[in-house]
């Protein structure tokens, strides 16, 4: 046979090749700075987010779904923050005692103040007004 013969890759080189750029996307995806439409965002009006006794005196509650943490201090206040990171969007989804850490890039924030206790991010979590209305906590944007 004469001629020249079609270039063929090897199994293992095209699965390879498919792996790294798996890889390459999904670490694309969490590094994405929430632009996209199904982003994770902070509440924009106010949220019902259950009994109030639910958050310890001294600690605080995540509140997944609705992207706030709220803290409650020994004398019974409550402070409200986003639990959207700061430094790319991501939506931390982790409290252990007062403090939060983001799963994509490892911030740590306190849940009580929002200031950042390490990086990357360097700005604090957005604060967020906290009522407790009829046993209930709601809380939202600033007013």
Same mark, same amino acid.
């Given at each position: 046979?004469?001629?020249?013969?079609?270039?063929?890759?090897?199994?293992?080189?095209?699965?390879? #090749? @498919? $792996?790294? *750029?798996? %890889? !390459?996307?999904?670490? /694309?995806?969490?590094?994405?700075?929430?632009?996209? +439409? #199904? @982003? $994770?965002? *902070?509440? %924009? !009006?106010?949220?019902? /987010?259950?009994?109030?006794?639910?958050?310890?005196? +001294? #600690? @605080?509650?995540?509140?997944?779904?609705?992207?706030?943490?709220?803290?409650?201090?020994?004398?019974?206040?409550?402070?409200?923050?986003?639990?959207?990171?700061?430094?790319?969007?991501?939506?931390?989804?982790?409290?252990?005692?007062?403090?939060?850490?983001?799963?994509?890039?490892?911030?740590?924030?306190?849940?009580?103040?929002?200031?950042?206790?390490?990086?990357?991010?360097?700005?604090?979590?957005?604060?967020?007004?906290?009522?407790?209305?009829?046993?209930?906590?709601?809380?939202?944007?600033?007013?």
């Amino acid at each position: 046979m004469s001629g020249t013969t079609p270039s063929r890759i090897s199994r293992r080189t095209a699965l390879r #090749g @498919a $792996a790294v *750029a798996g %890889t !390459a996307g999904l670490g /694309l995806t969490a590094c994405s700075t929430g632009s996209g +439409g #199904g @982003a $994770a965002a *902070a509440p %924009t !009006a106010p949220v019902d /987010l259950g009994k109030a006794d639910e958050v310890p005196e +001294g #600690g @605080a509650k995540l509140y997944k779904d609705e992207h706030v943490v709220v803290s409650r201090t020994e004398d019974g206040r409550y402070k409200a923050f986003s639990t959207i990171c700061t430094h790319a969007g991501c939506p931390i989804g982790m409290l252990k005692g007062t403090e939060l850490t983001c799963n994509c890039h490892g911030s740590k924030f306190d849940a009580t103040t929002g200031k950042v206790l390490h990086a990357p991010a360097t700005a604090p979590l957005e604060e967020l007004s906290v009522t407790v209305e009829g046993g209930k906590i709601v809380a939202g944007p600033q007013k």
